[in-house]
């Protein structure tokens, strides 16, 4: 299987902050790339897909960009609401999809 | 909107077969630009695909290789709703699972979740 690895495991922000997150593929993956954000008790919530393509619905300050093997979720003006654990998923491999440990914002 | 809500036992003992249940809303499970998958979560394995079904004219189905002897996933087209069976559970299985939609035309994005079951295995 595809293994995607997220990079860092957590990170220290604040308001207003510009946050990135890295996922690279153990191999190449094109575009099949998608982003995350969970919040305790809920289950994910879709962000960004075809790694950069972004959701209906999702706030602009959010952004995704990569291809091959590395990719990046970046948050702009971090706000409130946006302190939250993030995940990257692998869809290249159909349909053995796989998951990034997380990113936990905070 | 489309939604799925979930439904079963948040406690099985070992050995014992989980049976989840998700009901849709929205849209179809014999929608065919979409698959229906599940999912689960755990602290020690994160985020787990485990198998899908989709309807392409017939219907499809896809396993986890890793679950392949122990799980079942149908679809039922008189409810509009898909399930998940899981066979002589272990405590390895205990974690949260989620029933989602995986759109068409979106690199296989997963864009709507259930609301989550926590199942515990424990005698």
């Known amino acids: 299987d595809i293994q995607v690895t997220q990079s860092p495991s957590s990170l220290s922000a604040s308001v207003g902050d510009r946050v990135t997150i890295t996922c690279r593929a153990s191999?190449?993956?094109?575009?099949?790339l998608n982003w995350y954000q969970q919040k305790p008790g809920k289950a994910p919530k879709l962000l960004i897909y075809?790694?950069?393509s972004l959701e209906s619905g999702v706030p602009s300050r959010f952004s995704g960009s990569g291809s091959g093997t590395d990719f990046t979720l970046t948050v702009s003006n971090l706000q409130p609401e946006d302190f939250a654990t993030y995940y990257c998923?692998?869809?290249?491999?159909?349909?053995?999809?796989?998951f990034g440990q997380g990113t936990k914002v905070e | 909107q489309v939604q799925l809500q979930q439904s079963g036992p948040g406690l099985v003992k070992p050995s014992q077969t989980l049976s989840l249940t998700c009901a849709i809303s929205?849209?179809?499970?014999?929608?065919?630009?979409?698959?229906w998958n599940w999912i689960r979560q755990s602290p020690s394995t994160g985020l787990e695909w485990l198998g899908r079904?989709?309807?392409?004219?017939?219907?499809?189905?896809d396993y986890a290789v890793s679950l392949k002897s122990r799980i079942t996933i149908n679809a039922d087209t008189s409810r509009n709703q898909f399930s998940l069976q899981l066979n002589s559970v272990t405590p390895e299985d205990t974690a949260v699972y989620y029933c989602?939609?995986?759109?068409?035309?979106?690199?296989?994005?997963?864009?709507?979740w259930g609301q989550g079951t926590t199942l515990i295995v424990s005698s």
């Open positions: 075809g790694a950069s």
């Open positions: 929205g849209d179809s499970v014999s929608s065919n630009s979409v698959a």
């Open positions: 079904t989709y309807y392409r004219s017939k219907w499809y189905i």
């Open positions: 998923q692998q869809s290249h491999s159909t349909p053995r999809y796989t």
């Open positions: 989602l939609r995986e759109r068409g035309g979106c690199k296989g994005c997963m864009d709507v």
């Open positions: 191999q190449s993956i094109s575009d099949f």
